[in-house]
């Protein structure tokens, strides 16, 4: 079992970012997969969750109306659509799989990639 997040880079506050988690050794219908995030000095925090069955939770109000998550399960891929970016989204950000959204532990957190949102 892997994931591997990447699409991170430099973007200019309100600009858009997409975000991509490769997995690998499990299929995304029988899998929920978690964005995370870790800014410089903070604990990590989750960001919101796609379930098996394709349904989205929130982790964290702040993104609310600006990220969304969507999947492509042909190509075993999860994504994190990131839109109107402030300097306070700048973060490492992570993904990672559990069976549910809630409830359950998230395992096999694969290397990050960084968001840093600067003008």
């Known amino acids: 079992v892997q994931l591997q997040a990447s699409g991170g880079g430099l973007v200019q506050p309100g600009g858009s970012l997409r975000l991509s988690c490769a997995v690998s050794?499990?299929?995304?219908?029988?899998?929920?997969i978690g964005w995370f995030r870790q800014a410089p000095g903070n604990e990590r925090e989750g960001i919101l969750c796609?379930?098996?069955?394709?349904?989205?939770?929130y982790y964290e109000d702040s993104v609310k109306g600006r990220f969304t998550i969507s999947r492509d399960i042909l190509k075993d891929t999860v994504y994190l659509h990131m839109n109107s970016l402030k300097p306070e989204d700048t973060a490492v950000y992570y993904c990672?799989?559990?069976?549910?959204?809630?409830?359950?532990?998230?395992?096999?957190w694969g290397q990050g990639t960084l968001v840093t949102v600067s003008s």
């Open positions: 990672a799989t559990a069976p549910w959204c809630s409830g359950y532990q998230f395992v096999s």
């Open positions: 050794g499990f299929r995304l219908a029988y899998a929920a």
């Open positions: 796609i379930s098996h069955s394709g349904d989205t939770t």
